[in-house]
Nanobody, 115 residues
Framework: QVQLVESGGGLVQPGGSLRLSCAAS????????MGWYRQAPGKQRELVAA???????NYAGSVKGRFTISRDNAKRTVYLQMNSLKPEDTAVYYC?????????WGQGTQVTVSS
């Protein structure tokens, strides 16, 4: 069983930055593919970025060049650095952990980009 707790959301002006964190409990964190998803009101949840245990990161086209996903296996934490934020980035951001048939979600953290 893995529990995920997100933090770091909030209100930021357009062009600003935020860093989201997702702390995981449980074992074998380093084996999981970790991802950040987001869901805006009235829209489906979408993948923002993912980082596997090994290999290349993956980004949605809308955030490529602005967002960076990283992980610290020793701290069992995954991060999402968000720069040059836009109003359309406003959403609830969810952390996700996936390994074979196991899939876990965090409770989400609100990010609002507004002047």
């Amino acid at each position: 069983q893995v529990q995920l707790v997100e933090s770091g959301g909030g209100l930021v002006q357009p062009g600003g930055s935020l860093r989201l964190s997702c702390a995981a409990s449980g074992s074998s964190f380093s084996l999981y593919t970790m991802g950040w998803y987001r869901q805006a009101p009235g829209k489906q949840r979408e993948l923002v970025a993912a980082i596997p245990s090994r290999g290349s990161t993956n980004y949605a086209g809308s955030v490529k060049g602005r967002f960076t996903i990283s992980r610290d296996n020793a701290k069992r934490t995954v991060y999402l650095q968000m720069n040059s934020l836009k109003p359309e980035d406003t959403a609830v951001y969810y952390c996700n952990a996936e390994l074979l048939d196991k899939l876990y979600w965090g409770q989400g953290t609100q990010v609002t980009v507004s002047s």
